[in-house]
């Protein structure tokens, strides 16, 4: 319950993957969940992922939303310390008068051997007249693009637009040597060894 910030039904499995008792989590709410996910990840999902959850929410009818699958993975820690990586799923059941989720139904699994990196790729699908799934959208968020200046951002649009180095100076009014320097800082940053490579790796 997004209003109460409290959950009205918590599976006894929850144990095995997080290592909390369902009683914990009734009686805590929505904060251990969130003090558990990965910072990285948690910035990512508050500032990006739940707004955009919101927007897809509040943009269509209530029985066209209930048709709506969100998903979304990240990293949470067990209660013994150790991080593992989760795909959550969920439906929203009701909204409130305003339109947007009140009541939601969540699905959480543990897919960290299948996992192999720590981008965040949130998605969300659709039935249609038929019954068959269509996706609507899919995004990921690679969490060390959190960490880019807004600059460095604006010069990988401009990378993935086709622009060389003398070019994105002239469009940003900045000097080539300036641009050459956040180039490089973007390299180190992503472990990038190549701007073809920092290319393909903002786009995945």
């Known amino acids: ?26 009686e805590k709410g929505r904060e251990l969940f969130s003090a558990n996910m990965h910072p990285e990840d948690f910035d990512v999902f508050s500032k990006l992922v739940f707004t955009k959850f919101l927007e897809a929410s509040f943009r269509q009818p209530v029985t066209e939303l209930k048709k709506c699958r969100f998903s979304v993975n990240y990293r949470i820690k067990r209660k013994n310390g150790s991080y593992i990586k989760v795909m959550q799923q969920y439906m929203v059941l009701e909204v409130n008068n305003a339109g947007y989720p009140l009541l ?19 998605s969300i699908t659709k039935y249609d007249r038929l019954n068959n799934i269509e996706i609507v959208s899919t995004e990921s ?11 460095e951002n604006d ?15 002239g469009t940003l009014c900045i000097s ?29």
Do not use: W
């Not at 009205?8 to 914990?24: F, I, P, R």
């Open 155 to 169: 010069i990988v649009k401009l990378l993935i637009s086709g622009l060389a180095s003398k070019q994105i100076a």
């Open 104 to 122: 939601v139904l969540g699905l959480l699994t543990d897919i960290t051997a299948q996992k192999l990196d720590d981008k965040i790729v949130y």
């Open 176 to 204: 080539l040597h300036t641009v050459n320097a956040h180039r490089r800082n973007l390299l180190r940053k992503t472990n990038c060894k190549n701007t073809a490579e920092l290319i393909n790796y903002s786009m995945i």
């Open 1 to 26: 319950n997004y209003e109460t910030r409290k959950y009205h039904y918590v599976s006894e499995n929850c144990y095995q993957l997080t290592g909390y008792t369902a009683k914990e989590y009734l």
């Open 141 to 151: 968020y690679p969490s060390v693009f959190m960490k880019i200046t807004n600059r």
